[in-house]
């Protein structure tokens, strides 16, 4: 059901910056793309969100393709509490809004 | 202060029982939802309801009926549970519908039928 596609699992060293993609090749013109994270036993959290520009904020920068098919959630310097599932989420009005498996990021010391 | 809160954490009950999940926020939303996470951790929308109005009904059987007294709770009622509404559901709550401004979750319900 999920219209993106990430990889399983990814690794990254503490202090690192950590890129993680996704592809949402069936993309509409009024979906956001969303990002979000879970930790074991909580619930997702906000990590950021765009339409068509790249986006900042205080946890993460999101790049998004020219053709919008593609995006990429950047992490500047991981940290040992950003080690979650990373869901990476199109949405339109909340309509057929789907998490799939993700991507399982170990962040090593 | 918890901006989105559930209880229980933890619900286990038999089959064919009748059972509510409450949910509130305190963020001042005006849109809150129902999504359900099953075993292989796909989370899907149930419900969200704006303006004490239905705006989104998946096609979940009709034993699952939301009811949202005021805008700040959202509370989920199963009826006849069956092994197969074993799962987490979450609440979660934005501002506008469609979360154009993100959603925010709950913790989560670990609802399991026996």
């Known amino acids: 059901d999920a219209k993106t596609t990430q990889p399983n699992s ?36 906000y990590v950021i969100h765009g339409l068509t520009s790249n986006v900042n904020n205080r946890m993460a920068s999101l790049a998004i393709a020219e053709d919008r098919k593609s995006s990429t959630l950047i992490l500047h310097r991981a940290t040992l509490r950003d080690a979650a599932v990373y869901y990476c989420i199109l949405d339109n009005y909340g309509q057929n809004f789907v998490f799939g498996p993700g991507t399982r990021l170990s962040v090593l010391p | 202060d918890t901006a989105v809160s ?43 309801y704006n303006n004490k ?20 709770h959202l509370n989920l009622h199963i009826n006849s549970l069956e092994l197969g509404d074993s799962a987490v ?20 319900t670990r609802l399991t039928v026996v």
């Open chain 1, 10 to 45: 990814m690794e990254s060293n503490e202090e690192e910056p950590v890129h993680l993609p996704c592809n949402h090749s069936t993309i509409s013109g009024t979906d956001y793309i969303h990002w979000y994270r879970q930790l074991p036993s909580q619930g997702p959290e």
């Open chain 2, 89 to 108: 559901y979450f609440c979660a709550s934005s501002l506008g519908q469609g979360g154009r401004n993100g959603y925010t979750f709950g913790s989560g």
């Open chain 2, 53 to 72: 109005e239905l705006i989104i009904n998946e096609t979940v059987p009709n034993r699952f009926s939301p009811k949202s007294p005021d805008k700040a």
């Open chain 2, 6 to 48: 559930q209880t229980p954490k933890y619900l286990v009950t038999q089959m064919g029982n009748d059972k509510s999940i409450k949910c509130e926020q305190n963020l001042g939303h005006d849109t809150m939802y129902w999504y359900k996470q099953d075993s292989k951790k796909f989370l899907k929308i149930m419900f969200s």
